[in-house]
T-cell receptor
């Protein structure tokens, strides 16, 4: 059973515009969330995280929003750049029960110059 | 800055052979995670170690075993390889606060 879902397999955005990547989860016990970016044939690289005590975390062009009641988080990239083109994974963890991360299936972002 | 190092980058094996994948975490990281990503699939958690002890176990087949050594590097041993084991195997390391995971570039295993 997929506990973390990214329902949009792909997204295309014009350079300079905002990219919004969405992620939904089913386990209400998840309290820690991560976003990773992955280029082909490389390991995912960490982008940004958020814990459930916050509803927003910002790092440069990347902002993650968490809506616990909706069990939804989103990653905003502003402004989008061609180098942002990659697959983005969200991941979630229940830090009280272990250190296993559950990954979504990824969203492939293409930023068009 | 030092990153997570995995070796080898690519590995080709035949069915029923054995493979050993190695992961060298970032210095002072005490936690290692192993993930398997098959073609077109999301990464699946296999196993993790904290301070050289197994801490969590995911969907790791009985044919696989892993350990973390005194220098914190970890090895994933895979025996009786099957075609379905062909995948990208990621290792990640984390610090004691687990705020971030840093992934290696992965080992691409092809079983022929």
């Amino acid at each position: 059973d997929q506990q973390v879902k990214q329902n949009s397999p792909s997204l295309s955005v014009q350079e300079g515009r905002i990219s919004i990547l969405n992620c939904d989860y089913t386990n209400s016990m998840f309290d820690y969330f991560l976003w990773y970016k992955k280029y082909p044939a490389e390991g995912p690289t960490f982008l940004i995280s958020i814990s459930s005590i916050k509803d927003k975390n910002e790092d440069g062009r990347f902002t993650v929003f968490l809506n616990k009641s909706a069990k939804h988080l989103s990653l905003h990239i502003v402004p989008s750049q061609p180098g942002d083109s990659a697959v983005y994974f969200c991941a979630a963890s229940d830090t009280n029960t272990g250190n296993q991360f559950y990954f979504g299936t990824g969203t492939s972002l293409t930023v068009i110059p | 800055a030092a990153g997570v190092i995995q070796s080898p980058r690519h590995l080709i094996k035949e069915k029923r052979e054995t493979a050993t994948l190695k992961c060298y975490p970032i210095p002072r990281h005490d936690t290692v995670y192993w993930y398997q990503q098959g073609p077109g699939q999301d990464p699946q958690f296999l196993i993790s170690f904290y301070e050289k002890m197994q801490s969590d176990k995911g969907s790791i087949p009985d044919r696989f075993s892993a350990q973390q050594f005194s220098d914190y590097h970890s090895e994933l041993n895979m025996s009786s390889l099957e075609l379905g084991d062909s995948a990208l195997y990621f290792c990640a390391s984390g610090d004691r606060f687990r705020e971030k995971l840093f992934f290696g570039s992965g080992t691409q295993l092809s079983v022929l």
